[in-house]
């Protein structure tokens, strides 16, 4: 069974920092790109952030990019997402997501398996 588990959310003030995590098992992490999208109130599911399987490279939307890191460790079967500069905007559920298809399309299609999500809220 399939699980990705997120955790590190929680309330920040505008400019601050959050690190998420998400634990992976029941599956083999090292085949698998590990993305995060998030979700706001009313909004659709946006894509934040990509990481390939070695964790050479990494893909970030216009939002995030230069605010958002994302990166990975192998041995633990781990993703990370650091979150710097927060905005009123980043509020949302984040959501850990495997994707083991190749696809350098970062759309819900690419998604093999979901996290439950984790709250992230950004007071201004």
């Known amino acids: 069974q399939v699980q990705l588990v997120e955790s590190g959310g929680g309330l920040v003030q505008a400019g601050g920092s959050l690190r998420l995590s998400c634990v992976a098992s029941?599956?083999?992490?090292?085949?698998?790109?590990m993305d995060w999208f998030r979700q706001a109130p009313g909004k659709e599911r946006e894509f934040v952030a990509a990481i390939t399987r070695s964790g050479g490279s990494t893909y970030y939307p216009d939002s995030v990019k230069g605010r958002f890191t994302i990166s990975r460790d192998n041995a633990k079967n781990t993703v990370y997402l650091q979150m710097n500069s927060l905005k009123a905007e980043d509020t949302a559920v984040y959501y850990c997501a495997a994707s083991g298809r190749g696809s350098t399309v970062y759309s819900l299609d690419r998604v093999d398996y979901w996290g439950q999500g984790t709250q992230v809220t950004v007071s201004s």
């Open positions: 029941g599956l083999t992490f090292s085949r698998y790109a």
